[in-house]
T-cell receptor, first 113, second 115 residues
Framework: NAGVTQTPKFQVLKTGQSMTLQCAQD?????MSWYRQDPGMGLRLIHY???????DQGEVPNGYNVSRSTTEDFPLRLLSAAPSQTSVYFC????????????FGPGTRLTVL | AQSVTQPDIHITVSEGASLELRCNYS??????LFWYVQSPGQGLQLLLK??????LVQGIKGFEAEFKRSQSSFNLRKPSVHWSDAAEYFC?????????????FGGGTRVLVKP
């Protein structure tokens, strides 16, 4: 099992550009989430999904879109990048809710100029 | 407001010495409690978790944590630190009964290990 994979590992964007961060898992997990990590703030939840076709907002959803068409994939879209979105992004998955262990990907470091 | 607090931003410890990292939470009911570790440039790995029962929880890599309801704390400990324990440590919670499996993290504690 590859676990949770994320692409790309690094990305530099200009303000106003759009891009999609890819996340895939091969563990057949129902739950998937996106977090962003900023210094001193830990990780904050952007969006999450409890199954294919079901998504919801987390703590910091503004400027980000998600969709979940398959169990395996959970892409994160930035429609118009802003410097405030410079961060490290982590995708995670878990079998279900109720405090199940979440498995994290290696992260994508995004810089918006 | 619901929150998770890690009071220590940085801790420096000598190799072989003991380590304790503090975590306090503010929730109406005891949430699910977790400790994660992040090595430099890596993702997060679960060290241990607490749901109920025995308040002393054993985890991987020789770590343990003690849940104290009266203090709303979930402190992480290791009796003897190795150089490979240098990393950032995050306390996190999932509120009991909350929809999804939404982790709320503390700000993290960075641990430096002196030879």
């Amino acid at each position: 099992n590859a676990g949770v994979t994320q692409t790309p590992k690094f990305q530099v964007l200009k303000t106003g550009q759009s891009m999609t961060l890819q996340c895939a898992q091969d563990m057949n997990h129902e739950y998937m989430s996106w977090y962003r990590q900023d210094p001193g703030m830990g990780l904050r939840l952007i969006h999450y999904s409890v199954g294919a076709g079901i998504t919801d907002q987390g703590e910091v959803p503004n400027g980000y879109n998600v969709s979940r068409s398959t169990t395996e994939d959970f892409p994160l879209r930035l429609l118009s990048a802003a410097p405030s979105q410079t961060s490290v992004y982590f995708c995670a998955s878990s079998p279900s809710g109720g405090g199940d262990e979440q498995f994290f990907g290696p992260g994508t470091r995004l810089t918006v100029l | 407001a619901q929150s998770v607090t890690q009071p220590d931003i940085h801790i420096t410890v000598s190799e072989g010495a003991s380590l304790e990292l503090r975590c306090n939470y503010s929730y109406g009911a005891t949430p699910y409690l977790f400790w994660y570790v992040q090595s430099p440039g890596q993702g997060l790995q679960l060290l241990l978790k607490y749901f109920s029962g025995d308040t002393l929880v054993q985890g991987i890599k020789g770590f343990e944590a003690e849940f104290k309801r009266s203090q709303s704390s979930f402190n992480l400990r290791k009796p003897s630190v190795h150089w490979s324990d240098a990393a950032e440590y995050f306390c996190a919670v999932v509120p009991w009964g909350a929809a999804g499996n939404k982790l709320t993290f503390g700000g993290g504690t960075r641990v430096l290990v002196k030879p």
